[in-house]
T-cell receptor, first 109, second 117 residues
Framework: GQNIDQPTEMTATEGAIVQINCTYQ??????LFWYQQHAGEAPTFLSY??LDGLEEKGRFSSFLSRSKGYSYLLLKELQMKDSASYLC??????????WGAGTKLIIKP | GAVVSQHPSWVICKSGTSVKIECRSL??????MFWYRQFPKQSLMLMAT?????????EQGVEKDKFLINHASLTLSTLTVTSAHPEDSSFYIC?????????????FGPGTRLTVT
């Protein structure tokens, strides 16, 4: 079966750095997405990785290792507004998005 | 970036009635739209994939006669929850895939919160 694993909840301090991991087992791979979702709102796109390596976009970076079935989202200089759920999603061979359950990130002052 | 709108943003209806939710891609054409449901503190659950001009493909366990999907044009898909019951109360989110983007990113609408009393 297809499976995406990510931690349920993480806590970090304002101004610090946090890394959210995602491991996946899917039938085929056509890219990995990270989305941010604030409570009561729809997800918003953060990043996309299809090749191995690090993609940097401002305070957020995303890393992919296809051979390990592994990705992480790195958030730097954490701000209170970064408190949200972070969803990892993998697009399989049918171009369907397989979603992880999300990681709830709590930022403390 | 691409924008997807949903209407209404929230709706309260009585048990047994039907509710229609609209999803529109505002600045791009979407041959494929997706309908998700999300219960509190749970992840997104794909309900169905909607292709313009053809019947929707429903995920296992989703009743096609209860959740009617129509994808009438390249910019509009509708989800009708028929004979709604309190257990249908949820956050319904649509997304559209922009084929103009290299990585076929999915853009999400703001969601519709349905409460059935």
């Amino acid at each position: 079966g297809q499976n995406i694993d990510q931690p349920t909840e993480m806590t970090a301090t304002e101004g610090a750095i946090v890394q959210i991991n995602c491991t996946y087992q899917t039938s085929g791979f056509n890219g990995l997405f990270w989305y941010q979702q604030h409570a009561g709102e729809a997800p918003t796109f953060l990043s996309y990785n299809v090749l191995d390596g690090l993609e940097e976009k401002g305070r957020f970076s995303s890393f992919l290792s296809r051979s390990k079935g592994y990705s992480y989202l790195l958030l730097k200089e954490l701000q209170m507004k970064d408190s949200a759920s972070y969803l990892c999603a993998v697009r399989d061979s049918n171009y369907q998005l397989i979603w992880g359950a999300g990681t709830k990130l709590i930022i403390k002052p | 970036g691409a924008v997807v709108s949903q209407h209404p943003s929230w709706v309260i209806c009585k048990s047994g009635t039907s509710v229609k939710i609209e999803c529109r891609s505002l600045d791009f054409q979407a041959t494929t739209m997706f309908w998700y449901r999300q219960f509190p503190k749970q992840s997104l659950m794909l309900m169905a994939t909607s292709n313009e001009g053809s019947k929707a493909t429903y995920e296992q366990g989703v009743e096609k006669d209860k959740f009617l999907i129509n994808h009438a044009s390249l910019t509009l898909s509708t989800l009708t929850v028929t004979s709604a019951h309190p257990e249908d109360s949820s956050f319904y989110i649509c997304s559209a895939r922009d084929l103009g983007q290299d990585h076929y990113e999915q853009y999400f609408g703001p969601g519709t919160r349905l409460t059935v009393t």
